[in-house]
């Protein structure tokens, strides 16, 4: 896919927050000593006033945001998902989501995309652990139009929002007329009858191009693209698995309490269904490349595309 267009969904989220805050003077945007990464630096250069850096103290940052959120002002606190889904994790349980308040936590450098940085601070935990918050909305966005769907969407909705982007460029694969961004809803990319991948974020274009190849082989598949996992679609899920038989889950996550774990959740329970889970299993990343850890664990086009195949 070297001719389509890649943006990270990083520069989105900043990008996303410069349109937000031009169209609304209550968005206030809160960064951990981070904001060239995260890339609310360009939201900081429109609206300095409304920007907060809390230094290197996620924890904090998540309080301050708290506070900033009693007071009417939409919040949204910004660090890497390592930091901000678990460095943080015991204030955005009992100081965002416990009291029920209306902070956005945007998540940059989620998975093992991270590359180079290495195990430590590439996050494959992060869609379980705030999965687990009572209330909170857990979305992660595929390509740059989603991204800035997503981010727009977290300020409407009343309540607390996580967020998780990318620092790998990925494909533009949602920009069409027809396309529309609804939390909670999935994407239904292309139809298939023999087997339904559902996949988030990053892997979501690698799955279309392992459709393509599993056609070849006569293998119809049909490819769903979840940017909500929670709520998750349940109705569009359950759907397909009737329909296909067989469903396959892709995720640059934990195959423990990530996607897969909340499909597998929802099918036990409506439609019991042979399920595949690709993802990070039980394991640390590594330092390296950000394409050659996608290809060594099994994410890129080529290696889901055998998974599925063998699973069929």
Known sequence: MTDVKKIATRESYGNALADLGAKYDDVVVLDADLAAATKTG?????????????????CNMIGVAAGIATTGKVPFASSFAMFAAGRAFEQVRNSVGYPKLNVKIGATHAGISVGEDGATHQCNEDIALMRTIPGMVVVSPSDDVEAKAAVEAAYHHVGPVYLRFGRLAVPVINDRPDYK??????????????????ATGLPVAN???????LAADGIDAKVINIHTIKPLDEELVVAAAKETGKVV???????IGGLGSSVCDVLSEQAPTKVLKIGINDT???SGPATELVKK????????????????
């Open 42 to 58: 360009v939201f900081k250069k429109a609206f300095p006033e409304r920007h907060i850096d809390c230094g290197i103290a996620e």
């Open 181 to 198: 961004f609804e939390l909670g809803k999935g994407v239904v990319l292309r139809e298939g009858k023999d087997v339904t991948i559902i």
């Open 207 to 213: 799955c279309l191009e392992a459709a393509k190849k």
């Open 249 to 255: 889950t892709v995720e640059e996550h934990s195959v």
């Open 284 to 286: 640390y990343g590594e």
């Open 297 to 312: 664990y099994g994410l890129d086009a080529d290696s889901i595309y055998e998974k599925v195949k063998k699973f069929c």
